[in-house]
């Protein structure tokens, strides 16, 4: 089964776009091959929902974090070799040795550069084998145990590749070009379609868990689903520097989280935060949040930044309650989601606000299954699903005033906030008095 997402969610998290500013991709894009950027691309859309598979790539990446390997092939040289393997030759030795034997003639009869092109293509190909072997034979005990590298291993000391040992690289003589030609592109196909594309696996491994160590990021562990729980001690946003980090455990006894603070307190940084580990940690990619646990989920949704729709003719309101709708599509659908609101129904006066976010808030909360963060301004609902609901947990983001400014400590706190400072900020601004003058 795929994990279920969709694009408002992952640009409500920034998660996917190569070029998009302090996107989640270009933390990670640190790839040395065009091969290996397509590869991080596919992992970015395709997230796991078996526990094995997730902690098995998640150790992966952890080996190349704490052996902090480099990229062992210069991209000049594996430019030239992908470029030359891209080509197609002859299933006949003497054919693509007539082939060669051309282009010889006509290289140094009238320049033709087909025949230099072809020989730096084999030449950098050995090349690119002889160190990828060398970078195998030393790659410590300690890895974690997966077919591609065993494969890989193997097909280099296996007997397809004995030839390597003797391989000349220093000009070798035309029909000695033309048999490597044939070897590398005709006899042993699919073990260089399968050597590519392990290189574009290390090339990931290596760009991430680069990204991992540069950022101090962490490795989660994936669970069972039926164990319902998210934990983690630490959890911030992976593209902030000096982020605050906070702890979070939601289970099936406390399966919803209601969030309350002022404007800039945090709110959305954290809600993101959060959307942001659970999403890379069913990748089995490092996460900004330590000691993290997580039970996989069917998948994963948010309604933070919700446009309106002008040529469908939607309200901001309208829009906010169809992306609730669909939402709770998928939950009576039965499916174990990670849900996150922030500031249910904002585009709607504060009466009806109050009475949708209680009522939404109390109906989610009875699906054990699913968790869900749910943000608001408006504290009196906390006070009445406090009543009515015993699963629920109250934090909020603290707002300290210092003389007439605020401060923010990004700090998770039990309870319901009570602070109100709009009209301070307002007047701090000095608004009404522009106004007035």
Same mark, same amino acid.
């Given at each position: 089964?795929?994990?279920?997402?969709?694009?408002?969610?992952?640009?409500?998290?920034?998660?996917?776009? *190569?070029?998009?500013?302090?996107? %989640?991709?270009?933390?990670?894009?640190?790839? +040395?091959?065009?091969?290996?950027? +397509?590869?991080?691309?596919?992992?970015?859309?395709?997230?796991?929902?078996?526990?094995?598979?997730?902690?098995?790539?998640?150790?992966?990446?952890?080996?190349?974090?704490?052996?902090?390997?480099?990229?062992?092939?210069?991209?000049?040289?594996?430019?030239?070799?992908?470029?030359?393997?891209?080509?197609?030759?002859?299933?006949?030795?003497?054919?693509?040795?007539?082939?060669?034997?051309?282009? *010889?003639?006509?290289?140094?009869?009238?320049?033709?550069?087909?025949?230099?092109?072809?020989?730096?293509?084999?030449?950098?190909?050995?090349?690119?084998?002889?160190?990828?072997?060398?970078?195998?034979?030393?790659?410590?005990?300690?890895?974690?145990?997966? /077919?591609?590298?065993?494969?890989?291993?193997?097909?280099?000391?296996?007997?397809?590749? *004995?030839?390597?040992?003797?391989?000349?690289?220093?000009?070798?003589?035309?029909?000695?070009? @033309?048999?490597?030609?044939?070897?590398?592109?005709?006899?042993?196909?699919?073990?260089?379609?399968?050597?590519?594309?392990?290189?574009?696996?290390?090339?990931?491994?290596?760009?991430?868990?680069?990204?991992?160590?540069?950022?101090?990021? &962490?490795? @989660?562990? @994936?669970?069972?689903?039926? +164990?319902?729980?998210?934990?983690?001690?630490?959890?911030?946003?992976?593209?902030?520097?000096?982020?605050?980090?906070?702890?979070?455990?939601?289970?099936?006894?406390?399966?919803?989280?209601?969030?309350?603070?002022?404007?800039?307190?945090?709110?959305?940084?954290?809600? !993101? &935060?959060?959307? %942001? @580990?659970? $999403?890379?940690?069913?990748?089995?990619?490092?996460?900004?949040?330590?000691?993290?646990?997580?039970?996989?989920?069917?998948?994963?949704?948010?309604?933070?930044?919700?446009? =309106?729709?002008?040529?469908?003719?939607?309200?901001?309101?309208?829009?906010?309650?169809?992306?609730?709708?669909?939402?709770? /599509?998928?939950?009576?659908?039965?499916?174990?989601?990670?849900?996150?609101?922030? /500031?249910?129904?904002?585009?709607?006066?504060?009466? =009806?606000?109050?009475?949708?976010?209680?009522?939404?808030?109390?109906?989610?909360?009875?699906? $054990?299954?699913?968790?869900?963060?749910? &943000?608001?301004?408006?504290?009196?609902?906390?006070?009445?699903? !406090?009543? /009515?609901?015993?699963?629920?947990?109250?934090? $909020?983001?603290?707002?300290?005033?210092?003389?007439?400014?605020?401060?923010?400590?990004?700090?998770?706190?039990?309870?319901?906030?009570?602070?109100?400072?709009?009209?301070?900020?307002?007047?701090?601004?000095? %608004?009404?008095?522009? %106004?007035?003058?």
């Amino acid at each position: 089964m795929s994990f279920l997402t969709d694009k408002q969610t992952l640009d409500d998290l920034n998660i996917t776009g *190569k070029f998009k500013p302090q996107s %989640i991709f270009s933390l990670f894009n640190g790839t +040395r091959t065009a091969g290996g950027e +397509r590869l991080l691309e596919q992992m970015f859309g395709q997230p796991l929902s078996d526990p094995a598979a997730i902690n098995s790539r998640s150790d992966l990446f952890k080996y190349f974090h704490h052996h902090n390997l480099a990229f062992p092939v210069d991209s000049a040289i594996f430019q030239e070799a992908e470029s030359y393997l891209g080509g197609n030759t002859g299933s006949s030795f003497l054919a693509i040795a007539a082939n060669m034997l051309q282009k *010889k003639f006509l290289h140094l009869a009238v320049k033709d550069e087909r025949f230099e092109h072809l020989q730096r293509g084999v030449l950098a190909t050995i090349e690119l084998f002889k160190i990828l072997q060398a970078f195998l034979q030393n790659i410590g005990s300690d890895l974690p145990d997966t /077919e591609q590298f065993q494969a890989v291993k193997a097909m280099f000391n296996g007997p397809q590749m *004995k030839w390597l040992q003797q391989a000349n690289q220093q000009s070798p003589a035309l029909f000695q070009l @033309a048999r490597y030609d044939h070897l590398i592109r005709h006899t042993l196909r699919n073990e260089v379609d399968e050597i590519l594309t392990f290189i574009y696996h290390l090339d990931v491994y290596i760009a991430v868990s680069n990204a991992a160590r540069a950022r101090n990021l &962490s490795y @989660a562990k @994936a669970l069972p689903k039926d +164990r319902y729980v998210f934990q983690t001690s630490a959890l911030s946003h992976p593209a902030l520097e000096k982020a605050v980090a906070n702890p979070l455990t939601l289970h099936q006894d406390q399966n919803v989280l209601f969030l309350t603070g002022a404007n800039m307190a945090g709110k959305s940084t954290f809600m !993101k &935060s959060l959307g %942001i @580990a659970v $999403y890379m940690a069913h990748m089995g990619f490092p996460v900004a949040a330590k000691d993290m646990q997580f039970s996989v989920r069917d998948g994963l949704y948010t309604s933070i930044n919700v446009p =309106d729709n002008l040529n469908l003719g939607y309200s901001h309101f309208y829009a906010e309650v169809l992306r609730v709708k669909m939402v709770a /599509e998928q939950v009576a659908d039965g499916n174990d989601l990670v849900v996150i609101f922030d /500031e249910l129904f904002k585009g709607t006066n504060v009466k =009806d606000a109050y009475d949708a976010t209680l009522a939404v808030t109390k109906e989610f909360s009875t699906y $054990y299954n699913s968790l869900f963060v749910i &943000s608001t301004h408006i504290i009196e609902v906390g006070d009445a699903l !406090k009543l /009515e609901c015993d699963n629920l947990q109250f934090s $909020y983001l603290p707002t300290i005033m210092e003389g007439s400014v605020p401060r923010y400590t990004y700090k998770l706190t039990t309870g319901i906030t009570s602070d109100r400072h709009g009209m301070l900020i307002i007047g701090n601004e000095r %608004i009404l008095e522009m %106004i007035e003058d």
